[in-house]
């Protein structure tokens, strides 16, 4: 009982050491602009049928599109597939051949599209691979005695290639261009309860993955990230500052900012704005609110405060720099 006490206690010191270890962090969320800068100009589309897409890439990538909204607004208008087949039929165009450049800028045209999305499906490819894979079993009740014997294993590896380019109608010049890949490798044995999955089957659930990276690449986006705050005094606080600067921690971790904004103006005053641990923990709260020009300015006052180097305060005004710019192009790329 004695060990086991001593051992609890170790495990509790230790567990809290850890935790003041570590510092407390902020989840941000920022708007990114588009990869693909030019989509934002051609927002009107049509996705034809790709050549060879006997798993339905061009589909999964024209219901990827439709799903697509900022700020609760489409950002894609998609011609109707109904319509331009109706139109395909009537010119009597081959929708296999839409895939050339200037046959996408007339079949745009006709259809009012600004562009075309179109693309090849190489056929999904599955390499099968043999072996011998060792197993123990145990031959009494307390697996004393031991029998050692091999099974056969199949290694299936299935790949797929996926070329997708957009042509903007307008300008009759290719946007994007670029190939799609994906690859994995399934084993299974013959002592094994699950079965190997059809190359057909992984290349469905790759197609999905190709049409979600490939949206990705044409759209505004946010992405998450956390930002550590600082929670150590720089200069010699009293107990009541300290204070101050323990509960607007607090108040941060329950993401209620306005009281914890209270107390950090308030430390700032009381510390006659000598200190930058409180501009840097605001500077936080405003990044984390996406008002990212006041939290510029209470990270820039930090880093006039502060003589020898802050990791984090240094970091901070080089991403909020960065984030501005994102914001700026991407708020551009949603009015257009």
């Known amino acids: 009982m004695h060990y086991l006490l001593v051992e609890k206690l170790f495990l509790l010191f230790f567990s809290l050491v850890l935790m003041q270890g570590c510092s407390q962090k902020v989840t941000v969320q920022a708007l990114v602009p588009a990869e693909v800068e030019r989509v934002s100009h051609t927002k009107k589309v049509a996705v034809v049928n790709f050549k060879n897409d006997s798993i339905g890439v061009s589909r999964k990538i024209e219901t990827t599109l439709a799903k697509v909204k900022i ?3 489409n950002y894609f208008t998609l011609i109707s597939r109904r319509d331009f087949n109706k139109i395909i039929q009537e010119q009597k165009l081959q929708s296999s051949a839409l895939s050339s450049k200037n046959s996408s800028v007339k079949f745009g045209e006709i259809v009012s599209a600004e562009a075309i999305i179109s693309g090849d499906v190489h056929y999904p490819r599955a390499e099968d691979s043999y072996y011998y894979a060792r197993r123990v079993r145990c031959l009494d009740e307390k697996c004393q005695k031991l029998s050692r014997y091999t099974v056969r294993c199949i290694k299936r590896i299935v790949s797929l290639n996926v070329d997708i380019r957009i042509v903007d109608v307008t300008k009759g010049d290719i946007i994007f261009a670029d190939t799609f890949s994906r690859e994995r490798a ?28 490939f949206v990705y690449k044409l759209t505004p986006h946010y992405r998450t990230f956390e930002v550590e705050l600082l929670d150590e005094p720089d200069l010699d ?21 306005n009281k914890a904004e209270e107390l950090l103006i308030r430390l700032i005053d009381m510390t006659d704005s000598k200190s930058y641990v409180p501009f840097y923990d605001l500077g936080v709260i405003y990044e984390a609110r996406g008002k990212y020009k006041q939290a510029k300015e ?3 006052y930090a880093q006039n405060l502060m003589l020898a180097p802050v990791d984090e305060i240094d970091e901070a005004v080089e991403r909020i720099d960065r984030l501005i710019r994102e914001e700026q192009k991407s708020m551009e790329q949603l009015n257009r």
């Not at 044995?189 to 990276?213: G, W, Y």
């Not at 606080?237 to 900012?257: F, N």
Request: net charge negative; charged share 35%; hydrophobic share 25%.
């Open 298 to 300: 209470y990270y820039e």
């Open 71 to 73: 700020n609760n607004k």
């Open 186 to 213: 399934y084993r299974h044995c013959s002592d094994d309860t699950n079965a190997l999955p059809s190359s057909r089957m992984v290349a469905q659930h790759f197609a999905k993955s190709i049409a979600d990276e």
């Open 237 to 257: 606080y009293s107990d009541k500052e300290e204070d101050l600067l323990k509960y607007a921690l607090v108040y941060i971790e329950k993401k209620r900012y």
